[in-house]
């Protein structure tokens, strides 16, 4: 499981109350416990967190850490490899100097941290002494590239599956590629076979550029199938492909040549349609036509676990018996 942040700016008091409202209805609706941590700043709340796992029987899984007492007392008891962004090698290097918990860590001169170990750590330590430095993330950044690749469920010996395979390839990339409003200037195109066993052993690679920025799939697809005629080996037996979206650009924030064709209105419009047609009926109900129904060479899923946090229909039943 991962985590989240949320700031708790304007809500009532006492947040606590609040935290346990949430930590009951996650456990209604999914059955799994959580831990809740709340503290002035990021890393502050995620020892919070840590230690409603560590004290879950005398907090309940939830932890306020605003209190200076409180603070104190935690990180006096937490090992500086239990602080967030703290690893291994770094905690070696304190220890040898005496840094051995958080509450030593917190208590160094910031700018002195940062000129021996760099603005990273002088960030944490700042948290630690409660002034916030790592600001909330509001969404997720868009992708500077974009990559499709998986390993066959078995192996490839044909350039039609192979044609196939990348289509199915470029199909989800693109998908990406729109769902973010970026548009593709160059493509990388690999093949390769497995590297374990006694098998020959080949991969090669191809750059594509198309002749405009795009996220036509329909486009993009068939340069993709020509590219595949320079990297194609008979007598191979193929684990894996690789569709690779690269010089991404930002529709509308990008400046183009004034002599270089662009994406026409009817691409625009078709893909807006395809999406639309595949978010109602499915990802995968409108394709390319290179794409097949189903395929012996797609990945092998008969024991993959429920998409138990990611999918409404393979929620767990609680029975009230």
Request: aromatic letters at 6%; charged letters at 25%; glycine letters at 4%.
């Given at each position: 499981m991962d985590e989240s942040f949320a700031d708790l700016s304007g809500l009532p008091e006492p947040l606590g109350n609040f935290a346990r409202s949430i930590q009951s209805r996650v456990l209604q609706w999914t059955g799994m416990p959580v831990g809740i941590g709340i503290g002035h700043t990021k890393t502050l709340a995620k020892a919070?967190?840590?230690?409603?796992?560590?004290?879950?029987?005398?907090?309940?899984?939830?932890?306020?850490?605003?209190?200076?007492?409180?603070?104190?007392?935690l990180l006096e008891r937490m090992p500086c490899n239990e602080i967030w962004g703290v690893g291994r090698r770094l905690t070696e290097h304190l220890k040898s100097e005496g840094v051995t918990?958080?509450?030593?860590?917190?208590?160094?001169?910031?700018?002195?941290?940062?000129?021996?170990?760099?603005?990273?750590?002088?960030?944490?330590?700042?948290?630690?002494?409660?002034?916030?430095?790592?600001?909330?993330?509001?969404?997720?950044?868009?992708?500077?590239?974009?990559?499709?690749?998986?390993?066959?469920?078995?192996?490839?010996?044909?350039?039609?599956?192979?044609?196939?395979?990348?289509?199915?390839?470029?199909?989800?990339?693109?998908?990406?590629?729109r769902n973010q409003k970026s548009l593709t200037s160059v493509f990388r195109l690999g093949i390769r076979t497995s590297p374990f066993g006694d098998e020959p052993r080949y991969s090669n690679a191809t750059t594509v550029t198309p002749p405009y920025p795009t996220d036509d799939v329909l486009l993009l697809t068939g340069l993709a199938s020509q590219a595949l005629d320079n990297i194609w080996r008979d007598g191979f037996r193929y684990s894996k492909a690789e569709i690779l979206l690269m010089d991404l650009r930002k529709r509308g924030e990008y400046t183009a040549d004034l002599f270089t064709p662009t994406q026409s209105t009817r691409s625009d419009e078709l893909m807006r349609t395809i999406d639309k047609i595949n978010g109602r009926f499915g990802r995968n109900a409108l394709r390319s036509g290179r794409m097949p129904m189903a395929a012996a060479w797609e990945m092998r899923r008969e024991l993959m676990s429920n998409a138990y946090t990611t999918s409404i229909h393979q929620l767990m039943r609680i029975s009230a018996s």
């Open positions: 919070a967190q840590h230690a409603s796992k560590l004290y879950r029987k005398q907090t309940g899984g939830v932890v306020d850490l605003r209190a200076d007492h409180a603070v104190r007392w918990t958080a509450w030593h860590l917190a208590s160094l001169d910031p700018k002195t941290v940062r000129q021996r170990y760099g603005v990273v750590l002088e960030r944490t330590v700042r948290e630690l002494r409660g002034e916030a430095c790592i600001e909330l993330q509001e969404a997720e950044p868009d992708r500077q590239a974009i990559c499709t690749s998986r390993m066959f469920g078995s192996r490839i010996t044909t350039k039609p599956a192979m044609q196939e395979a990348i289509a199915s390839y470029m199909h989800r990339a693109t998908q990406k590629l």
